[in-house]
């Protein structure tokens, strides 16, 4: 019994010592392990932070760890002055509250054909204008002559097509970080959105109104028909292919469908 109680002293007083600096002048502590996660809190430099878990999340600055304080919100491990980049707490349970969630729907296929079609089709390898090689459907490749793509060069528009899927799912995942639980959409009104996203990016949709209006429990499909067609300027004129995929976007998000996108339940 003794033993019992020393060892159990032991592991809580060495818990209390598990504290860490915060490395930069105002860091924030979000809900999720995320930049796209509400922020909870602010940490000024040098506040000691006790980390009761740990888990993947976005890339910051090289690092993948996000740390979940005893506060109950997520900062990235970049910020903490842990003397390691591996982890120094247990990890995080994959389910469950504060924003951990990392699941995201996939996009069904009549949103990678919508995004295909106006993304447009080079089998092989190009420069584009800001001088990044590129292949299939816009994919920015990482290496050159792309060899980092996993299907053969010249694509096919099919492989194409899987490689596309491949490069919306930041874009899926962002999106559904950005939405809380009263936006329902089914698959067709979550491809709008991701399609839109893709285009835009996802700092833009973030800070719109379209997001702030669906947050807010406001009908998707009254949402989407106001607010996807102002989105259509580029250098102050309103450019007809934009014109077009907003139009496009809209109509499928129009078309009927039971399949189920969001919110996702983990």
């Known amino acids: 019994m003794k033993f019992t109680i020393v060892t159990a002293?032991?592991?809580?007083?060495?818990?209390?010592?598990?504290?860490?600096?915060?490395?930069?002048d105002t860091v924030n502590c979000r809900s999720g392990p995320g930049t796209s996660y509400a922020v909870k809190k602010t940490y000024n430099k040098g506040f000691e932070v006790k980390i009761s878990c740990q888990t993947p999340g976005e890339v910051i600055?090289?690092?993948k760890l996000w740390d979940k304080t005893q506060d109950g919100c997520y900062v990235s491990d970049y910020y903490v002055k842990t003397?390691?980049?591996d982890y120094v707490a247990p990890k995080c349970p994959t389910s469950g509250g504060g924003g951990s969630c990392s699941k995201y729907p996939r996009s069904n296929q009549a949103t990678v054909d919508l995004i295909a079609e106006f993304e447009g089709f080079r089998a092989n390898v190009y420069t584009d204008p800001t001088?990044?090689?590129?292949?299939g459907y816009g994919h920015l490749c990482t290496k050159s002559g792309c060899t980092e793509v996993k299907y053969p060069i010249p694509l096919s528009k099919?492989?194409?097509?899987?490689?596309?899927a491949d490069d919306m799912k930041p874009k899926e995942k962002c999106l559904t970080e950005m939405t809380n639980d009263k936006v329902t959409l089914n698959a067709n009104q979550y491809g709008a959105l991701v399609s839109w996203t893709f285009n835009m990016g996802c700092g833009a949709a973030k800070g719109s109104s379209l997001i702030k209006r669906l947050n807010n429990g406001e009908s998707p499909n009254k949402v989407i028909s106001e607010e996807l067609p102002k989105w259509v300027h580029g250098n102050g004129e309103v450019l007809p292919g934009l014109v077009r995929r907003r139009n496009a976007e809209?109509?499928?998000?129009k078309k009927a469908t039971s399949d189920k996108a969001l919110p996702?339940?983990?």
């Open 250 to 253: 809209v109509a499928l998000a």
């Open 264 to 266: 996702v339940k983990c």
């Open 83 to 85: 003397g390691t980049s």
């Open 61 to 63: 600055e090289g690092v």
């Open 9 to 24: 002293l032991t592991s809580v007083l060495a818990l209390g010592a598990s504290a860490y600096p915060i490395k930069g």
């Open 131 to 135: 001088g990044n090689p590129t292949v």
């Open 158 to 164: 099919a492989n194409g097509k899987k490689l596309l």
